[in-house]
């Protein structure tokens, strides 16, 4: 999906998922890291937005070059201060780490029993809000889709809210989402309206869990590996890039620092 008038604009800021977005098969290459890199020092505000857990997002926030990290689905957001040599870690109103903690073992179980084939995410340790259910990260050969949906309306029947990553079915109390905790984000730390957000940023992502943001964005952008859901997603990206996973986000840079180099 090409449209020639959609770039004929500056942004911002560009927010971007990491997983199958800017990696490729389940690593960061060096092409998508350098692309960040030239972005920033070109002007561009990088907000990463994750489903990863917030061990991984406290590193991200400190080692990449991105300005603001929110991860866990918007359970938070982090943001290292480099000024101060400080991070900042806000979680959504009306979440407890220690309560969705306890939680978990006893979700994780009753998922697992009910879907022996599914796997708990590796990283599933480093998390403070969500559980993640493992289909293709560390699962050879994945699990069927139909499979994979079945367990989303499985936990959603427990109460939970639940969303389909590239990798994982990831699943939470509360009504936070990465949209909700973007919006809290650059109001807070940039003095950004939510008019400014919709019409100023650019998004980029792959999958289900990307929906609110493709819907919300004037502007949104999915690497070619979106098309693997599309016909689950009703709110759709605006511009669907050539290359898949991460040689799609660099094909997408390349464009952008063309106009931020003008």
Avoid at 16 to 24: S, Y
Avoid at 30 to 55: D, F, M, N, W
Wanted: charged share 25%.
């Amino acid at each position: 999906m090409k449209n020639n008038k959609f770039f004929e604009r500056d942004f911002s800021t560009l927010l971007f998922d990491i997983d199958d977005t800017i990696t490729t098969e389940g690593k960061l290459p060096a092409a998508s890291y350098t692309a960040l890199e030239y972005l920033q020092k070109a002007g561009c505000r990088l907000i990463a937005v994750t489903g990863r857990p917030a061990g991984w997002c406290d590193m991200i926030a400190r080692f990449w070059p991105v300005d603001a990290v929110v991860g866990e689905n918007g359970a938070f957001y982090f943001r290292y201060v480099e000024e101060t040599l400080t991070m900042k870690n806000i979680y959504a109103a009306g979440l407890s780490v220690k309560k969705a903690r306890a939680e978990h073992a006893e979700i994780e179980q009753k998922v697992l029993a009910k879907f022996p084939n599914a796997r708990l995410s590796k990283d599933q340790a480093y998390r403070d809000i969500d559980v993640a259910i493992d289909f293709s990260e560390d699962i050879d050969p994945p699990l069927p889709m139909d499979e994979v949906i079945q367990i989303k309306e499985f936990m959603e029947d427990m109460g939970l809210t639940a969303k389909i990553s590239s990798i994982h079915v990831n699943a939470w109390r509360g009504n936070h989402n990465k949209l909700s905790m973007v919006k809290q984000l650059v109001q807070d730390e940039f003095g950004m309206s939510n008019a400014e957000l919709k019409k100023e940023c650019l998004y980029v992502g792959d999958s289900p869990n990307d929906e609110p943001m493709f819907e919300y964005f004037d502007h949104s952008v999915g690497v070619h590996n979106v098309m693997d859901f599309w016909d689950q997603l009703k709110s759709k990206p605006g511009y669907v890039t050539v290359g898949y996973a991460g040689d799609g986000f660099v094909e997408l840079s390349a464009i952008l620092l063309k106009r931020l180099e003008k």
